[in-house]
């Protein structure tokens, strides 16, 4: 056997004692989620829960029986707590918060797609959030309804049981009314109508002034706030059985 049998066989041989699991002592990785003690809590995943080695689980977040968080999604209480039901479904990438203004609260048997965006939501049962779309504050999704490739709920809109956004469209309002991406003004005055302003909804800053200044004052309490609350955060050991 010469030099380049012996490589393949070595490799060979660590992938099958890779995917076996054979580890000598002490040599294995970390096996289960990054796990994170966020303002003195820790989150809570069900038994029968299943959370990848990549996703991050952050403070007050609960994840029902059942549920299965992909990789590299996130869930973070940043504030406010997330509750995942059971037999939920999050997948690869996805972002989900809860903020100190709005909890992020999801029923049972709900599909959240790769790349999604979810902030301080409510969303009923057997709802669907397709790839890529964006559910913002305050707003709230009856059963079964569904947002499509790409589609936003936006801050504060009600969107009813079983109704469907269409794929990059826009919901707005309460009752929710479906914009296409192009009808930015309706858009706004569907938002203005409701009361719903994004900075002082999201960041309760002052409504005054022009954008630039909104975004100003907005970030300098996140930023603030944000450190303040994070520099005590502990990374909790990580289960041997990936829970």
């Known amino acids: 056997m010469n030099a380049s049998d012996a490589t ?19 040599a294995r990785g970390r096996t289960g989620p990054m796990t994170i ?19 991050v689980v952050s ?45 992020l609260l999801m029923g049972d048997g709900v599909l959240i797609g790769p790349h999604a965006q979810l902030t301080g939501c409510c969303l009923a049962d057997e709802v669907f959030i397709a790839a890529g ?10 059963q079964a309804a569904s947002a499509a490739l790409g589609a936003v ?15 990059g469209w826009v919901a707005a309002g309460d009752p929710a009314h479906m914009y296409p991406p192009s009808e930015a003004e309706p858009i706004q005055a569907s938002l ?15 409504d005054a002034g022009g954008r630039r200044e909104q975004l100003r004052a907005a970030l300098q309490r996140y930023t603030r706030a944000i450190a303040r609350h994070h520099r005590q955060d502990q990374v909790i050991r990580a289960c041997p059985d990936g829970r």
């Open 8 to 26: 393949v066989t070595d490799l060979a041989t660590a992938a099958s004692r890779s995917m076996a699991g054979d580890y000598p002592p002490g």
């Open 37 to 55: 003690r966020h303002l003195g809590v820790a989150p809570s995943i069900h038994p029968e829960a299943y959370v990848a080695p990549t996703a």
């Open 59 to 103: 403070g007050q977040v609960s994840i029902g029986a059942g549920s299965c968080i992909m990789h590299g999604a996130v869930l973070a209480a940043e504030g406010g707590p997330v509750q995942i039901g059971s037999h939920c479904m999050i997948m690869e990438n996805a972002v989900l918060r809860g903020t100190g203004r709005h909890p």
């Open 133 to 142: 779309a964006m559910v913002l504050n305050g707003a709230h999704l009856g």
């Open 153 to 167: 709920i936006h801050v504060g809109a009600i969107v009813p049981a079983m109704a469907r956004v269409p794929i």
């Open 192 to 206: 203005a109508e409701a009361g719903w302003s994004f900075f002082p909804f999201a960041f309760g800053i002052d």
